[in-house]
């Protein structure tokens, strides 16, 4: 499967992300338009991304995981945050919640 990178884009003073419904704004304004079903899509979180909580990440995966089902979901696009911290919890969230 081939690869593809998309970088997500915060205004530099929002450390933290938590919402439903953000989730889904995110990947209505900077996810959608850029994924490609048959790759693995890596959604890259910038460096001040601090926190991320799993009703974000519940959001983010919401339209793909209606369209193609959790597990599909989890493998077209996986999520990787340039802050380790952050990104432990994300690793968190989708072991703990499976999205």
Avoid at 7 to 33: I, S, W
Avoid at 47 to 67: H, P, W
């Amino acid at each position: 499967m081939e690869k593809k990178e998309i970088y997500l884009e915060f205004d530099k003073l929002v450390t933290n992300l938590a919402g439903n419904r953000l989730g889904v704004d995110v990947y209505e304004e900077q996810v959608k338009n850029k994924i490609a079903i048959k790759y693995e899509n890596t959604i890259i979180f910038p460096v001040q991304i601090e926190d991320v909580a799993s009703s974000f990440i519940q959001g983010l995966y919401k339209k793909l995981g209606e369209e193609y089902g959790k597990a599909t979901a989890t493998q077209i696009m996986k999520l990787y945050a340039m802050n380790k911290e952050a990104d432990e919890k994300i690793k968190d969230c989708i072991e703990t919640y499976g999205v």
